[in-house]
């Protein structure tokens, strides 16, 4: 899988890592957003994001080829894989029963960054159309992972919550937060918090709302759990999709 684009005097270049330092590449772009822009708390070497995931995940990749810089990630966590850790990322939040007893072939999406520089749409849009390439290679049938919310207001994120009821996956395939948020409340009149830019379009794309959100006190944020029927992310996708955004786990 390999890609180019010409935009606005950048040339952008998509590819999976294939190569350790192309991984560490995208693991600094990581550290970069997730700790010195949002204050996680990283474990890893300095100046990189690093667990105990990475080394069982396909790293999908944007670089600018002037500047010689990743500019935009995802990590790719494929089913094939998840024996050799034991679990996915998001049931270390979350309890995934429901949802994966359709024993289908998930993928799970991680590690969603762009470099603040480049947040206008291109990156992004050639991540998502790497990520529908991804999904036909490896024949896969359904999307998940987790959508961050920085805030700390409870009572905000259980309006943010009640607002999303029309996106909410069917009851049978809720899942459940193994660490609730602190304060929340769906039934609060409150004014909800801002919906990101990446949670925006994961709803544009049709993904779906697992449930309650998880509080994940590394990333200092409320985690929504996100859920896709594949066949939804087609090539109209590719050429027109988000609107800018930055981060998600």
Request: proline residues 6%.
């Amino acid at each position: 899988m390999e890609r180019n684009t010409k935009k606005n005097e950048r040339a952008l270049r998509l590819y999976l890592a294939r190569h350790q330092d192309e991984v560490e590449a995208a693991q600094r772009l990581r550290y970069r957003v997730f700790s010195a822009e949002l204050g996680a708390q990283l474990s890893g070497p300095p100046g990189i994001d690093q667990d105990e995931y990475d080394p069982y995940c396909e790293h999908l990749i944007v670089e600018d080829e002037v500047r010689q810089e990743v500019v935009g990630t995802y990590r790719l966590f494929l089913p094939e894989q998840v024996s050799k850790v034991g679990r996915y990322y998001s049931q270390t939040e979350f309890d995934l029963s429901r949802p994966l007893a359709l024993n289908s072939r998930v993928m799970e999406l991680g590690r969603s960054c762009v470099h603040p520089d480049y947040r206008q749409g291109a990156v992004i849009v050639l991540l998502w159309s790497g990520l529908a390439e991804a999904m036909s290679m490896w024949e896969i049938d359904h999307l998940m992972g987790c959508a961050s919310v920085h805030s700390t207001d409870g009572p905000a994120l259980g309006a943010l919550y009640r607002s999303l009821e029309a996106n909410m996956v069917a009851p049978e395939h809720r899942v459940f937060p193994l660490r609730p948020v602190p304060g929340f409340d769906a039934n609060a009149q409150a004014t909800p918090v801002e919906l990101p830019g990446l949670l925006k379009g994961y709803l544009r794309a049709g993904v779906r709302i697992g449930g309650e959100p998880c509080w994940d006190p590394q990333f200092h944020c409320a985690d929504f759990f996100v859920w896709c029927d594949s066949r939804l992310i087609t090539s109209r996708y590719q050429q027109r999709f988000l609107e800018p955004v930055a981060h998600g786990k």
